[in-house]
């Protein structure tokens, strides 16, 4: 079959109903689902608007989020000059990345693999989202067609600004960390201010493919994620602010509760990938720690992997977004 042939084998439109029953399910519980059915009709599309297309093609960087052959969510960073990236159409995205078995994401994607892509610049806080379906990856470079195509704020981003490094230097040993973390990744994770994660709607059983899976960002000042050590293992736990209530990724943890976090190192190019159990916690008391939070995430590690220095780029120092100021001065008052 050629790639012509897969694309439109897996090609699927946007339905007039939008989002998925898990999506559904929390918009119906914070009570704006009927508002949400009819945001979703004007702004989620199957295809790419020109706006999404002239960021991608810009970016140094691209996230993207994909299952394993166990329903694992994974999320992780490509990079590569900017035009590394490109969309021939508004139906169709080419990135210029190759299998990698040491990239959790990449060592699993196969012609039909969901997948969830983000295009973030940091700078300017610009982000859009395209997830879609892989209709061809090897020496080539990965092809994905557009499933589902929406464009997002830029509130919680923290602004920094990328530049090559000045001594490129070969990737360090790959490490794969247990459930207990080590005190390195530990570290990593309490300082830091940004994190992605993938989720899953719907994994299709023994296929290792699913309805669909996103990739979306969260931010927060140093510290926003809280570390514990508890008997059921490593705990980590992230406030849910208020956002576009699309529930993207808590509809999809409510339908399968499997996460893949990453952090990145944005001074030495490092990745730390985290496979984790998910439950999204609501009660007042436990958002207490978090000004502004609606809700909390709290992941349990089940592994963890660290790939050092496999990124040309480091980052500027953050500039905090302007919302973390605001929700702190309101909970002063």
């Not at 060592?107 to 940091?122: F, T």
């Not at 208020?242 to 529930?247: A, E, K, R, V, Y």
Request: some cysteine.
């Amino acid at each position: 079959m050629t790639t012509t042939e897969i694309a439109a084998s897996v090609a699927v439109p946007v339905p007039p109903e939008a989002f998925h029953p898990g999506e559904q399910a929390l918009q119906a519980r914070v009570g704006v689902r009927e508002r949400m059915a009819a945001v979703g009709a004007m702004v989620l599309r199957d295809h790419m608007p020109d706006q999404h297309r002239e960021l991608f093609e810009k970016l140094p960087t691209l996230l993207l989020g994909a299952l394993d052959d166990q329903g694992q969510p994974w999320a992780t960073m490509l990079a590569g000059p900017p035009g590394f990236v490109h969309t021939p159409d508004a139906l169709r995205m080419q990135i210029a990345t190759t299998p990698n078995s040491k990239d959790p994401v990449l060592a699993h994607l196969a012609p039909g693999a969901a997948v969830g892509v983000l295009g973030l610049e940091p700078h300017t806080r610009r982000r859009n989202r395209m997830n879609g379906r892989v209709t061809a990856f090897g020496d080539g470079g990965l092809g994905v067609q557009v499933v589902q195509s929406f464009g997002n704020c830029p509130k919680y981003i923290q602004a920094r600004e990328p530049g090559l490094r000045a001594a490129l230097v070969a990737p360090g040993p790959v490490q794969w960390l247990g459930a207990e973390l080590d005190e390195a990744a530990i570290a990593r994770v309490q300082r830091a201010d940004t994190l992605f994660i993938a989720s899953a709607s719907a994994p299709r059983p023994g296929a290792g493919h699913s309805e669909g899976v996103d990739v979306s960002h969260r931010g927060g000042e140093p510290g926003f994620v809280q570390v514990a050590q508890t008997p059921g293992g490593v705990v980590l736990s992230l406030p849910d602010y208020p956002g576009n209530q699309f529930f993207n990724t808590l509809g999809n943890l409510a339908l399968h509760p499997l996460a893949g976090l990453l952090v990145v190192d944005y001074e030495e190019g490092g990745l730390l990938h985290i496979a984790a159990q998910a439950e999204v916690l609501w009660g007042r008391a436990v958002r207490a720690a978090w000004p502004g939070a609606q809700r909390v995430l709290r992941l349990t590690v089940l592994r963890a992997l660290w790939r050092p220095q496999v990124l040309p780029w480091r980052w500027t120092p953050a500039v905090s977004a302007p919302q973390f100021r605001v929700m702190r001065e309101a909970a002063q008052e």
